[in-house]
């Protein structure tokens, strides 16, 4: 009589325990993005909607400083630094619609939550003289439109249903409608591609 009482309490042990339901974070997030790339540091802010289990739509605004793969800085005998044949700063501020798109949902927990990413929209430039003193050369700013938007890869990370704390990399890549951008005297550029790896710090709600 023994065996069958084990034979049964083993088949309870050796049961495949049923699947923790994935956890309902708040649908809407919001927050703010530091970028670094090779052109500098960048700001930005972000609102996200969830639609699904595996898709949400976001809309951003960012504001970063761009710079010519040719920028070189040099420093002279003072320490003083300067960049040869600096013609302006040029900055860029893209506005942009998109998706993630959360993947292995299923065979990770929810405290690393990765994603695809994909966004699209306008982008307004300002070039400013790099001749002039920083704050003094927006007074001579001159202002250019773009079309273009990014893709990338990121992951949320916690359990919190309050704070969102995420990491990602993306690629830029923007198109100037009329005449581009100057970054070096007589080098002007009708496109820009930077990749950017950012921090996400915000709330959901």
Known sequence: MLLPVL???GQKIGEIAPEKP????????WGVNLMFSDGGFGIGTFFRKTISTKVSGFIDLSFSESKNDREFEYF???GNSYVAEKENRVFLLPLNIGIHYRVFEKEL?????PYFMAG???TLSISTPYEEEFFTSFNYAKF???AGGYVGFGADFGLSKSNLVGLSMRYQYIKFIADGVEHLTNQRKNEIGTFYITL????MY
């Open 7 to 9: 034979f049964n309490y």
């Open 22 to 29: 994935m956890i309902q974070f708040p649908t809407n997030s």
């Open 76 to 78: 002279d005998y003072y």
């Open 109 to 113: 927990t929810d405290n690393l939550r």
């Open 120 to 122: 699209v929209g306008p």
């Open 144 to 146: 250019n439109l773009a």
């Open 200 to 203: 996400s710090v915000g709330i």
